[in-house]
């Protein structure tokens, strides 16, 4: 196959915990995948979350990638130094009236759906779909709420979003499982309106993942399947802020022994701990 160029790939892990098997197989075939076609590797640091990411962790991320063998380009691209990037991505967002506030807690959504009668199935990593329950709030009520001190996240209106999408084709390729078409199926019945910011965080991993690959010009995002149904949401903020779309290839994910993905929050044996009891790691 011909690929584009110059092919720009990369790796951004978030540093909430420590990198376990799964990220350095993700992270291998980023690197391999550019460094055999003589493009770019990228490390990007995604910090947004400045009340989980601690610089320990970031620390082990360097230590990590160097001890399974990986080079990327510098400088790495802390997500928390360029966050009027995504301010300016979410004011284009504002101008078209996409987003709205939402004063929500995950208990308040579990019990309407529950009030609906529905099963409150969590369909993606956002909690489960959300019932649209501020979504027709009053400007003044909104204002209301934001006075009162309220905690709330900004959601995308992905109902207007759809609208303003109706008469283009929204098609992204992965490498494996082919053309795909981000329909109104997939973004109104499993992702919904998504959250894109909060209040003490300025954007989300869902907004600043597309614009940074968007800045750093990356050519091809390879990443675990679990992020498949994402990519729907992540081509549909592309159209709607003027970004080109990357090729994709959604890799299969790592299993421990007893048939569990790797994951920080099942506390997944971790790269660090591997390499300070002189472990070998074999990807």
């Given at each position: ?126 909690g ?19 006075e ?13 979003a759809?609208?303003?999408?109706k ?17 109104p ?99």
């Open positions: 196959m011909e690929y584009q160029t110059p092919i720009i790939t990369r790796f951004a892990p978030s540093p909430t915990g420590y990198l376990h098997l799964g990220h350095a197989y993700s992270a291998k075939l980023a690197s391999d995948f550019a460094h055999e076609r003589g493009g770019k590797f990228l490390l990007r640091i995604e910090d947004i979350d400045h009340g989980r990411c601690k610089m320990e962790y970031e620390t082990a991320i360097y230590e990590d990638m160097h001890w399974v063998g990986l080079t990327w380009e510098r400088p790495v691209r802390r997500q928390s130094d360029h966050m009027q990037d995504y301010l300016d991505a979410r004011d284009i967002l504002d101008q078209k009236q996409l987003l709205y506030p939402c004063f929500c807690t995950r208990k308040d959504i579990r019990q309407k759906i529950k009030e609906s009668g529905r099963a409150p199935h969590d369909l993606h990593s956002e489960p779909l959300y019932p649209g329950i501020c979504r027709n709030l009053t400007a003044a009520e909104r204002q209301d709420h934001i009162a001190g309220r905690p709330y996240a900004l959601r995308l209106d992905m109902a207007k759809l609208e303003l999408a008469d283009t084709a929204l098609a992204w390729t992965d490498l494996e499982a082919g053309e795909q078409i981000t329909g199926e997939a973004l109104r019945d499993i992702i919904g309106d998504v959250i894109l910011a909060r209040k003490d965080i300025p954007t989300s991993y869902h907004l600043s993942v597309v614009v940074d690959d968007h800045l750093q010009e990356i050519s091809h995002i390879i990443r675990g399947k679990d992020l498949f149904q994402a990519t729907h949401l992540h081509r549909l903020l592309q159209f709607i802020l003027g970004y080109k779309t990357p090729l994709y290839l959604h890799h299969d994910l790592l299993t421990d022994e007893n048939g569990r993905r790797y994951a920080k929050r099942d506390n997944a044996k971790t790269l660090k701990f591997m390499r300070e009891n002189g472990e070998n790691i074999c990807l």
